[in-house]
């Protein structure tokens, strides 16, 4: 096991962690299924971003994680890449 792993499994010991993991899960989540599903169509993230009428920029911060994306954006982003987007609670 990598030093990093093993530090983030002792950190998610701590039920404050393991709380801010959970709340952030679902944006790391849209950032996964967006690089994938870009790099399944071996689009840049320019060639995205013309598709869906915006800046290259946008892409990238959608898929680092360092923004949240509007509902709306991630629509286009779905219909861009011939994905459908659906939303479930549990």
């Known amino acids: 096991?990598?030093?990093?792993?093993?530090?983030?499994?002792?950190a998610?010991?701590?039920?404050?962690i393991q709380a801010e993991v959970e709340t952030l899960e679902?944006?790391?989540?849209?950032k996964r299924q967006l690089l994938a599903a870009r790099l399944e169509l071996n689009l840049t993230q320019?060639?995205?971003?013309?598709?869906?009428?915006?800046?290259?920029?946008?892409i990238a911060r959608a898929e680092s994680g360092r923004s949240l994306p509007s509902l709306r954006f991630v629509q286009k982003l779905a219909q861009a890449l011939g994905k459908k987007l659906t939303i479930t609670f549990h």
């Open 1 to 10: 096991m990598t030093d990093v792993k093993k530090y983030f499994e002792e």
């Open 46 to 58: 320019a060639e995205l971003a013309e598709r869906i009428g915006t800046k290259q920029s946008s």
């Open 26 to 30: 679902p944006i790391y989540a849209i």
């Open 12 to 16: 998610l010991q701590y039920p404050e």
